[in-house]
């Protein structure tokens, strides 16, 4: 099976679906142990455990973010190279990708540990469950290095083609997670400690497949030489990957600002935000998908020079893109309080009003997908073209929207008001993706007819 795919030939709607096919089966194996994290420490744990886990996911998310976000902006140089057919260039790209990865991972642990709690204080997290959720997050951060690692030999691999070696990974992650999620929570009762060591065990069996695979790789061939920061290429490379991080960071700010105002309400409110959260996963796995396999697409074909091929490429994925998210949100209609409820437990009492929040929260979110889904083509579209400004602009539109309406809304409509504020983040912030890829490639072909 080869290792790489060239993008650059071939049908680009099929390539795409190709690439994005394992990548989705992939993403949701590993939402699928999310769901399991979720489901056995909210049956096993209690409802208390269930909120400290929702209170910890956008500190959670902020954090990794920064990681992952400096890994997907490394991934287009490496996208771009390849398809330029510049081995040279690959191999430095990569081998100082590593480093700058590891030097983050590890800043991350030494800043991230110590302001857990303050932070988690700062969000007037629910005194029942802060603990918890300082011990969930301490692991998590602790074990950086493990998360970076993962992220930056799959986005590699993803932008030398290979969506297979991921999916590999991820569905043996996904085997792992589960079975040490039943022995540490249900067997050795460590509630939310067990479902932190379960998922960073599960991620470090991913990061070393995706490694076995870049091993095999002859044009990743790397030497001393290599490792070294060039000036040149770490100079790009951050170029690159600081506006991913930091639209992460700026999308996260939001998030924390929703669960602060959710903190409010109680851990009743927080336990059915999170059980909607985490089945919200799922439902953006396709997008992500694509996502992933639009960024590699577009980059190969901008280092090729085929700018037409990428019109054609993204004028597919729109249309794909919408196709998937009305059939993932009819389904989501029908089958959310059922799955809902796997993540419930407590009192009767407790379990219909959590059920009630979460299911109100989740028909929001599924009549957003369609904004979503777009949102992922268009971001993906200019960060493979190797433009991330935009798109960190464009989370700083997503808070923007997403704070106004969180704070603003609930003034006049009450706790409906918070439902409001993930599809009108989406929505800003899709308006102005959209309409910067098409200005953005119009000028890169007017550059290509100069020359």
């Given at each position: 099976m080869a290792q790489t795919r060239d993008m650059t030939v071939g049908r680009p709607a099929g390539l795409i679906l190709r690439f994005a096919l394992p990548l989705m089966l992939g993403n949701v194996c590993q939402q699928l142990y999310i769901v399991a994290d979720t489901a056995i420490v909210g049956q096993v744990a209690g409802v208390e455990a269930l909120a400290a886990l929702g209170a910890a996911e956008w500190l959670n998310w902020m954090v990794m973010g920064i990681v992952s976000g400096f890994t997907q902006g490394f991934s287009i140089l490496v996208s771009q190279r390849f398809g330029a057919g510049d081995e040279r260039g690959l191999r430095r790209s990569v081998g100082a990708s590593l480093v700058l990865t590891a030097i983050i991972s590890l800043l991350t642990t030494l800043i991230g540990l110590p302001a857990v709690r303050p932070l988690l204080r700062l969000l007037h997290t629910p005194g029942n469950i802060i603990d918890d959720a300082v011990r969930y997050l301490s692991i998590i951060i602790a074990c950086a290095l493990i998360t970076g690692a993962y992220n930056i030999f799959a986005c590699v691999l993803r932008a030398l083609g290979n969506s297979r070696a991921p999916l590999i990974a991820m569905l043996s992650a996904a085997a792992v997670n589960v079975v040490l999620d039943l022995f540490f929570v249900m067997g050795m009762k460590l509630g939310v400690t067990g479902a932190a060591l379960g998922t960073v065990i599960a991620q470090g069996i991913a990061a070393l497949i995706c490694f076995a695979t870049l091993r095999k790789i002859p044009q990743l061939k790397l030497s001393r030489r290599d490792l070294i920061l060039f000036g040149g290429t770490g100079r790009r490379l951050l170029m690159l990957g600081l506006p991913v991080a930091f639209q992460n960071t700026i999308i996260s700010i939001g998030g924390l600002t929703v669960q602060y105002v959710v903190n409010g309400f109680g851990f009743l409110y927080v336990a059915g935000f999170t059980a909607t959260n985490k089945l919200y996963g799922l439902l953006e796995v396709a997008a992500s998908s694509y996502g992933f396999a639009i960024a590699a697409y577009a980059g190969q074909n901008l280092g090729a020079q085929k700018l037409r091929r990428i019109r054609d490429g993204i004028r597919s994925s729109v249309w794909m893109a919408l196709l998937t998210a009305a059939v993932i949100a009819l389904f989501t209609v029908l089958l959310g309080k059922p799955l809902l409820s796997l993540f419930i437990s407590g009192t009767p009492e407790e379990a219909v009003r959590v059920l009630e929040i979460a299911f109100r929260y989740l028909i929001f979110m599924a009549a957003g997908?369609?904004?979503?889904?777009?949102?992922?083509?268009?971001?993906?579209?200019?960060?493979?073209?190797?433009?991330?400004?935009?798109?960190?602009?464009?989370?700083?539109?997503?808070?923007?929207?997403?704070?106004?309406?969180?704070?603003?809304?609930?003034?006049?409509?009450?706790?409906?008001?918070?439902?409001?504020?993930?599809?009108?983040?989406?929505?800003?912030?899709?308006?102005?993706?959209?309409?910067?890829?098409?200005?953005?490639?119009r000028r890169l072909e007017r550059e290509q007819d100069k020359t």
């Open positions: 997908l369609p904004v979503l889904y777009l949102l992922y083509v268009y971001r993906s579209a200019l960060q493979g073209m190797g433009n991330t400004l935009i798109p960190m602009i464009s989370g700083g539109v997503e808070l923007l929207f997403r704070m106004s309406t969180v704070l603003i809304l609930p003034l006049f409509i009450g706790d409906m008001g918070l439902f409001f504020a993930e599809p009108a983040a989406w929505f800003g912030a899709e308006v102005l993706l959209m309409v910067s890829y098409y200005c953005y490639i």
